[in-house]
Nanobody
Framework: QVQLVESGGGLVQAGGSLRLSCAAS????????MGWFRQAPGKEREFVAE????????SVADSVKDRFTISRDNAKNTVYLQMNNLKPEDTAVYYC?????????????????WGRGTQVTVSS
């Protein structure tokens, strides 16, 4: 099991930026894939971004491409989501996720460990 704690959410105007952080504990960091999902009111949870266990490869959803960047700092056991040029439709609860199996490359279509989420609200 991996324990995850998100931070960095808040209220921002459209066009602004936020950086989300996710601190991990419980298993050897740097050995498993991590990433972010989000869930807006009345909608299903959707994939946002992921980074492989090594950090060598990242992937982001088309809806946030060119605006969001994911990265990880294995020395700090933390993964980040830099969100630029935010839009009202980015408003959601953002959840950090970790695929707890060793040497994994994705958090999609697998069982993951979840954080509790952090609220991001973008005003127009």
């Amino acid at each position: 099991q991996v324990q995850l704690v998100e931070s960095g959410g808040g209220l921002v105007q459209a066009g602004g930026s936020l950086r989300l952080s996710c601190a991990a504990s419980g298993r050897t960091f740097g050995r498993y894939a991590m990433g972010w999902f989000r869930q807006a009111p009345g909608k299903e949870r959707e994939f946002v971004a992921e980074v492989t266990w090594s950090g060598s490869t990242t992937s982001v959803a088309d809806s946030v491409k060119d605006r969001f960047t994911i990265s990880r700092d294995n020395a700090k056991n933390t993964v980040y989501l830099q969100m630029n040029n935010l839009k009202p439709e980015d408003t959601a609860v953002y959840y950090c996720a970790a695929n707890p199996r060793a040497l994994t490359t994705t958090i999609r279509r697998v069982d993951v460990n979840w954080g509790r989420g952090t609220q991001v609200t973008v005003s127009s």
